[in-house]
């Protein structure tokens, strides 16, 4: 079939079977750079328009409500925050079944619009709640190397 020629049923597309190796890279944009490079220093950053007084986290490079530019306000804001929603999974990140569940919940960071999916730790499923304080628990400096996974996981603050 040349490619000038339409299709009439989606029976005469040709198809073959097999596999395409495919590789790509993730680009995290100018205001995720911003969040990982500070994530190394243990410290979570937010993009802050002060018009809507709101602060983004992760941080944004516009302001969703009125369109100011945000890139040069950006803002620490602390390694706290609540339970917004969360669940338990089985599955690994390679689709694995996992005998013991993991906690997977949404985290908002106090004084922040927005959130981030992350681990819960140091507590049992039965005894989290939506709005509860968490904090985030950061691996060992030496170790971060400016991933979400620099913070092991967000436990109860007691
Ligand atoms: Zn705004």
């Known amino acids: ?13 040709t198809k073959w079977h097999g596999q395409i ?22 410290k979570i950053f937010g993009a802050r328009c002060d018009s809507c007084k709101i602060t983004y986290v992760p941080p944004r490079t516009y302001c969703e409500k009125c369109f100011a530019r945000l890139e040069d306000h950006y803002t620490e804001v602390g390694t706290k925050g609540t339970v917004h929603t969360f669940t338990q999974s089985y599955e690994a990140y390679d689709g694995a079944k996992k005998e013991t569940p993991s906690i997977v919940a949404v985290i908002r960071i106090d004084g922040t619009e927005g959130g981030f999916i992350h681990w819960l730790g140091e507590i049992d499923f039965e005894k989290v709640y939506i709005g509860m304080p968490v904090e985030a628990v950061l691996k060992p400096k030496k170790e971060r190397e400016g991933s979400i996974l620099d913070i092991k996981y967000f436990k109860p603050v007691i």
């Open 1 to 13: 079939m040349a490619l000038i020629e339409r299709f009439q049923k989606t029976t005469d597309i």
């Open 21 to 42: 190796p495919m590789s790509y890279i993730y680009t995290v944009g100018r205001a995720g750079e911003k969040f990982f490079r500070e994530i190394i220093n243990g």
